[in-house]
């Protein structure tokens, strides 16, 4: 199901059919850097993971991380979309794409229309983003898009700290910051 188009990419659901674009995101290496090894070793890791990740995200939330592509093609680049995470008060960002395609505005193009839906269409207030300390790219990304860095967190006992990012936006109706 389609949820958003920009100029150059469509965003839209998962679905079982995305699996091998899944498999090779989620394995590499920069996703497992900055993002996690999420044990998704083969096609079946990967429907698995659409289905009790992603999916069960729409069915519960209403929104998710949406399969990103190019209009030109229906080439698959990566995925961007909102999570709420049980250990932060806000809805955040969140974006990978294929180092193939770094470098040429689609996290930027999709990322700003993620956070208008978010809050033009699903209310959100406040948007905020989480990166490893490390990932200069994605910070520059979320600073970009407006956000500021509000200082490190710490989301489980487990896991290291990472540099939080917000923006409390609105959109006016004729799509408008404001």
């Avoid at 996690?36 to 083969?42: L, N, Q």
């Avoid at 993971?49 to 929104?63: F, K, T």
């Avoid at 995470?85 to 990322?111: H, T």
């Avoid at 490390?134 to 860095?149: H, I």
Wanted: net charge negative; glycine share 10%.
């Amino acid at each position: 199901m389609k949820v958003l188009e920009t100029e150059r990419l469509i965003l839209r659901h998962q679905s079982m059919e995305d699996a091998a674009f899944i498999l090779e995101l989620l394995n590499d290496p920069s996703w497992i850097r900055y993002i996690g090894d999420r044990g998704v070793r083969t096609l079946d890791d990967a429907r698995s993971y659409i289905l009790n990740v992603s999916q069960d995200m729409y069915a519960r939330l209403g929104y998710g991380f949406y399969l990103t592509e190019m209009k030109d093609g229906g080439i698959p680049i990566g995925i961007c979309g909102l999570v709420k995470r049980e250990s932060l008060d806000d809805v955040d960002v969140g974006f990978a794409f294929l180092p193939n395609y770094w470098g040429n505005g689609y996290a930027f193009e999709a990322a700003s229309a993620v956070m208008k839906y978010a809050t033009s269409v699903l209310g959100f207030k406040r948007i905020a983003a989480i990166t490893t300390e490390d990932n200069q790219a994605s910070a520059k990304l979320l600073q970009k898009l407006g956000m500021e860095y509000e200082g490190m967190i710490r989301l489980s006992d487990a896991e290291k700290e990472l540099r939080l990012f917000a923006i409390n936006v609105s959109y006016g109706e004729n799509g408008s910051a404001g």
